[in-house]
């Protein structure tokens, strides 16, 4: 089984900064694309980051130029700085990964149980 667990939420003033994390364990083989995705009250669950194993990291437009999305591949760790929020990024926050448990298994996605994060004057 694997565990995925969001921390860092909480309540923010506009214009003001915080840091997830989320913490990957249980039976991992290799971790590939891992991602943030939100979901606000009354919406649908949208995409915010995501970043490959080697690559690129690809971002909601929304989030460009005040959101930076990192890992840590030896702690198997995922971490989302975010500057600048706005009441409109209030939201859960969810971490995802998709997790190879064996090296014959192909990987499959994995959810975190979500960190709520309140923008708020």
């Known amino acids: 089984q694997v565990q995925l667990v969001e921390s860092g939420g909480g309540l923010v003033q506009p214009g003001g900064s915080l840091r997830l994390s989320c913490a990957a364990s249980?039976?991992?083989?290799?971790?590939?694309?891992m991602g943030w995705y939100r979901q606000a009250p009354g919406k649908q669950r949208e995409l915010v980051a995501t970043i490959p194993r080697r690559g690129i990291a690809n971002y909601a437009d929304s989030v460009k130029g005040r959101f930076t999305v990192s890992r840590d591949d030896a702690k198997k760790m995922l971490y989302l700085q975010m500057n600048s929020l706005k009441p409109e990024d209030t939201a859960v926050y969810y971490c995802?990964?998709?997790?190879?448990?064996?090296?014959?298994?192909?990987?499959?996605?994995?959810w975190g149980q979500g960190t709520q994060v309140t923008v708020s004057s």
């Open positions: 249980g039976s991992i083989f290799s971790i590939n694309t």
């Open positions: 995802n990964a998709d997790v190879s448990t064996t090296r014959w298994i192909n990987p499959r996605g994995f």
